[in-house]
Structure formats: structure tokens, C-alpha cells
Nanobody, 123 residues
């Protein structure tokens, strides 16, 4: 089992920045990929993913150039730096982890999930 705890959400004005953090614990040695998803209010939408050991990244078109996903393996933490935020980025952001080794941009491709953190961008 892998446990994930997100933090860093909040209220920010359009054009501002936030950094989300997700601390992983448990069987972190089994993790292949980490990802961020968001939900507001319908289906869970893919934001970005990173390979846990290799650092290879992939982004949704809607956030490319504005968001950056990164890891600090010493701290078992994955980050999402969000710049140039827009009102449409408002959502609950979830951290997810996969241990199967399969590359996926779908929520069902991830076994472990955090509780989510609210990000609200005002216009």
C-alpha cells in the first residue's frame, strides 16, 4: 500500500501561482509513476505525470507551459508548480500513484489516491 497526502491548495487571484505537494509513504519503492488530476465538478481530469525514478514528464495541453511537475525522492514528495493560474484551473487537485508500470493519463490507471486539495482561482 502507498499512502498519499496533498497540501498547498488555496485561494489565489488569476495570474498568480501556487505549489502543491504530495507526500508518499508506505511501499514507495513500488511506485512507477506519480500524477496529478483535478476534478471540478464532473469527471476527474488528467493534469500531469512523472516517472518516479526517471523524471520523465507529460502534461495535459491545458496546462502545458504553465504547470511543472517534479519529484524529490529524498522526501518522497511530488510537486505541482502552477503559474499563470486561470479561473478555469479551479478544482480539487488529487495526487495519484501507480505501481504497475503502465503509462496512463486515465484515472483508472492509478491505484493510490490522496484526499485532494482545493485550488480556487478568482478572476
Amino acid at each position: 500500500q502507498v499512502q498519499l497526502v496533498e497540501s498547498g491548495g488555496g485561494l489565489v487571484q488569476a495570474g498568480g501561482s501556487l505549489r502543491l505537494s504530495c507526500v508518499a509513504s508506505g511501499r514507495t519503492f513500488s511506485v512507477s509513476y506519480m500524477a496529478w488530476f483535478r476534478q471540478a465538478p464532473s469527471e476527474r481530469e488528467f493534469v500531469a505525470r512523472i516517472s518516479w525514478k526517471g523524471g520523465f514528464t507529460y502534461y495535459a495541453d491545458s496546462v502545458k507551459g504553465r504547470f511543472t511537475i517534479s519529484t524529490d525522492q529524498a522526501k518522497n514528495t511530488v510537486y505541482l508548480q502552477m503559474n499563470s493560474l486561470k479561473p478555469e484551473d479551479t478544482a480539487v487537485y488529487y495526487c495519484a500513484a501507480d505501481s504497475s508500470g503502465s503509462i496512463s493519463s486515465r484515472a483508472r490507471g492509478y491505484e493510490y489516491w490522496g484526499q485532494g486539495t482545493q485550488v480556487t482561482v478568482s478572476s
